[in-house]
């Protein structure tokens, strides 16, 4: 996540995991089918197994 202004400050980084269901459980870093989706404050991401939405709480 980056704060908005002129300048470049990154204020937080997201990793996405998912977690396979069985017999391959394993711990993988998820890749996006989309490109992301802006409504208002949040953003919607499309993974290969969820749609994430990042916004406040």
Do not use: N, V, W
Request: net charge positive; glycine share 8%.
């Amino acid at each position: 996540m980056i704060e908005p202004g002129r300048t470049y400050k990154q204020i937080a980084r997201i990793r996405i995991e998912y977690l396979a269901a069985e017999p391959f459980a394993s711990r993988h870093q998820e890749a996006t089918i989309s490109a992301p989706i802006f409504e208002g404050d949040r953003m919607y991401i499309r993974g290969e197994g969820a749609l994430y939405c990042i916004g406040p709480k």
